[in-house]
Every structure is written in structure tokens, then in C-alpha cells.
């Protein structure tokens, strides 16, 4: 781990919470304008403001997720246990042309052990097959494979995935 490897994910954090505050700030003035003369026009631009904002936010948690397992595994990759969550990504070479069955495998061989080690390191065990943990994004890495965000929560003695957009924030 370098400080050069890490620059551009700081950078990263940096213009994801920049563009944030920035969002913030047009909403509040669109709101505060709204509610001295409403309109359905209006309106709409305020769904369409806070749909922006719901972005910003996923690429801020996004950005600091990477910068956090890039600090405790020293790869762009892995699962960072602790806090009652297990979060981070991991990268899969698929085939192009794989039937479902056979991306399902590649995920299965490669996220199972690192999952079982995080699960163990939080005392629980898993809940689900492997791949219920992941949420893909979207592209490839430069290597060509495919990129997956991994997120689960104890809750008791399991762990359980975490992907959705309820589950999201409830770990926030």
C-alpha cells in the first residue's frame, strides 16, 4: 500500500463529498423556493433535485468504502468485518457468454471463503448463500472482471445480506 495507490481514492472522497455539500446547498435553495410560490414544475424539479442528491450520497458511502478497505486489506479489493457489518468488493472474472449457473459458481468460489472468514472474525454465521450478499456494479475493472459490492449486518447470531436500499441505510 502506497500513498500513491491511495491518492486517487482520497480524491475520490474528497470530489464525492464536495459535490455533496453542493447538492445541499442547490436543494435548500429550491426547496426555500418552492415554498414561496409552488408549482407542479417546481415540484418535479425538486424530485429530480433529490433523486441527484440520493446519488451523490451512494458515491460518497461508495468512495469511503473503498478508502477503507484499500487502508485495512491493502488491495482495491476485500471484506472489511467489525461494527456489527461486513462491507467492501471483490472482483470475479466472468466469461463473456456465462450462463447464470456458471457467474453464480465464479462468485460462489471466490466470495465464500472471505465471507466465512468475516463471519467467523464476528462471531455469527451466514444466512444466506454467498452471492445474496452482493450488488454488482456496474462496468468492469481493467482487467475485464466483473466488480461486486459486498454488504452484510449481524443480526443475532447471523449474517445477513445487506444489498438493498432499505438495508442501506440502515447501516448508515
Request: no cysteine; aromatic share 2%.
Amino acid at each position: 500500500m502506497t500513498a500513491e495507490d491511495k491518492a486517487p481514492l482520497e480524491a475520490e472522497v474528497t470530489a464525492a463529498d464536495a459535490a455533496l455539500v453542493r447538492l445541499r446547498a442547490e436543494n435548500a435553495a429550491l426547496a426555500a423556493a418552492f415554498r414561496e410560490t409552488p408549482s407542479d414544475d417546481s415540484r418535479e424539479v425538486l424530485k429530480r433535485a433529490a433523486a441527484s442528491l440520493a446519488a451523490a450520497r451512494d458515491r460518497l458511502d461508495t468512495a469511503k468504502a473503498a478508502l477503507v478497505v484499500f487502508e485495512k486489506t491493502g488491495s482495491l479489493h476485500g471484506l472489511v468485518p467489525g461494527g456489527g457489518k461486513v462491507v467492501g468488493t471483490i472482483a470475479v472474472m466472468v466469461k463473456p457468454g456465462a450462463t447464470w449457473q456458471e457467474r453464480e459458481a465464479a462468485i460462489e468460489s471466490e466470495l465464500t471463503p472471505q465471507l466465512d472468514a468475516a463471519a467467523e472474525e464476528l462471531g455469527v454465521v451466514l444466512a444466506a448463500q454467498a452471492s445474496n450478499y452482493t450488488k454488482e456494479r456496474p462496468g468492469r475493472d481493467p482487467e475485464g472482471r466483473t466488480v461486486l459490492e459486498v454488504a452484510g449486518r449481524v443480526e443475532g447470531d447471523r449474517l445477513v445480506p445487506a444489498v438493498s436500499r432499505a438495508s442501506k441505510n440502515m447501516r448508515t
